[in-house]
């Protein structure tokens, strides 16, 4: 049965709650946008949750940032969309059109308690600040990039699909 995810901005102004079978925070993204929209310690966490089941209280509290992207000299703007409180800045989720039933909660913005992660996947670590190092645990994994195996790949794969 999947998890449910309740979570809030700081100030409260937006609650929201969400069906995950993807709940453990494993995946650490260190790409510039995540680390400057939602990383405090230089990275930060999505989880992966089911979009249909997303229910929202004081979305008028909300703002859309899609982030532009440099493709090689190039710049175009992402079809993500990061909602965040209007009121205090909080990073919430991530939605992209491209994978309408997908949402990709911030665990910061989770305020249910989530399981402890068995390893740890570093991500983008091409694009990690200077100041940064990955506290990297025994049985991680680190990438460039993406990793090739899917949030729900990697759940399934270590018994922790919660379908």
């Known amino acids: 049965m999947p998890m449910l995810l309740e979570g809030k901005c700081r100030c409260h102004a937006v609650r929201f709650r969400v069906e995950s079978s993807t709940p453990v925070p494993y995946q650490r993204c260190y790409c510039r946008i995540c680390r400057k929209t939602a990383g405090g310690g230089g990275y930060a966490i999505n989880l992966g949750a089911d979009n249909r089941t997303?229910?929202?209280?004081?979305?008028?509290?909300?703002?859309?940032?899609?982030?532009e992207i440099d493709r090689g000299g190039n710049c175009e703007?992402?079809?993500?969309?990061?909602?965040?409180?209007a009121q205090c800045g909080s990073a919430l989720w991530l939605w992209d059109p491209n994978w309408p039933d997908l949402v990709h909660p911030f665990a910061s913005a989770?305020?249910?308690?989530?399981?402890v992660p068995p390893e740890s996947v570093h991500l983008?670590?091409?694009f990690?600040?200077?100041?940064?190092?990955?506290?990297?645990?025994?049985?991680?994994r680190c990438f460039d990039l993406y990793p090739e195996e899917s949030i729900a790949d990697w759940h399934k794969k270590r018994g922790l699909w919660t379908a």
């Open 128 to 140: 990690k600040a200077s100041w940064v190092v990955p506290q990297i645990g025994e049985g991680d």
């Open 54 to 67: 997303l229910a929202v209280e004081g979305e008028e509290h909300m703002r859309v940032y899609r982030a």
């Open 124 to 126: 983008m670590l091409r």
């Open 110 to 115: 989770i305020d249910t308690d989530l399981p």
């Open 77 to 85: 703007k992402s079809s993500g969309e990061r909602r965040f409180c």
